[in-house]
T-cell receptor
């Protein structure tokens, strides 16, 4: 079972560049989300989706866009990278129903210089 | 922010000792979960406790929940070097999961 797959694992961007972080899951989970993890801050929710065609903002959505055209994929786009977006990004998926665990990808370490 | 907070931020113990970490959260919850994160890896689910439960066990893990105090604790008994990791509590509010700031546990062989 692949679970949740994130690509790339590492990325260095220059300020102002754009890029897309990929996330795919093969568990047919409806709910997917993106988090960023910074030292001392824990994980903060960026955007989430409750199903194909439906997305919503989390705690820290500014500077990021998402779309959900299929159940499997939930890409995160940085439109114009800033040094403040240097972080580790995690994608997670959850199967439908309340009280269920989240499955995480291995993370993407992004550095914006 | 709706994040919880773990306490302590860091904990160092000898192998074989017990480790206790605490989590406080801000809003009413349906359930609370604990996750482990090994260095450089994603989070892995450990245990879930529902709001109508007060205590739950899973192997060497014991979780308690006090909804009146909006707090939970995770006890790892007979710790091993392999338990070295960061531990996070998480609450789910509808479709959104909120994580605490984490406790970094080091178990010294």
């Amino acid at each position: 079972n692949a679970g949740v797959t994130q690509t790339p694992k590492f990325q260095v961007l220059k300020t102002g560049q754009s890029m897309t972080l990929q996330c795919a899951q093969d568990m047919n989970h409806e709910y997917m989300s993106w988090y960023r993890q910074d030292p001392g801050m824990g994980l903060r929710l960026i955007h989430y989706s409750v199903g194909a065609g439906i997305t919503d903002q989390g705690e820290v959505p500014n500077g990021y866009n998402v779309s959900r055209s299929t159940t499997e994929d939930f890409p995160l786009r940085l439109l114009s990278a800033a040094p403040s977006q240097t972080s580790v990004y995690f994608c997670a998926s959850i199967r439908p129903g309340g009280g269920t665990e989240a499955f995480f990808g291995q993370g993407t370490r992004l550095t914006v210089v | 922010s709706q994040q919880g907070e773990e306490d302590p931020q860091a904990l160092s113990i000898q192998e074989g000792e017990n480790a206790t970490m605490n989590c406080s959260y801000k809003t009413s919850i349906n359930n609370l979960q604990w996750y482990r994160q090994n260095s450089g890896r994603g989070l892995v689910h450990l245990i879930l406790i529902r709001s109508n439960e007060r205590e739950k066990h899973s192997g060497r893990l014991r979780v308690t929940l006090d909804t009146s105090k909006k707090s939970s604790s995770l006890l790892i008994t007979a710790s091993r070097a392999a338990d070295t990791a960061s531990y996070f509590c998480a609450t789910d509010e509808g479709n959104q999961f909120y994580f605490g700031t984490g406790t970094s546990l080091t178990v010294i062989p």
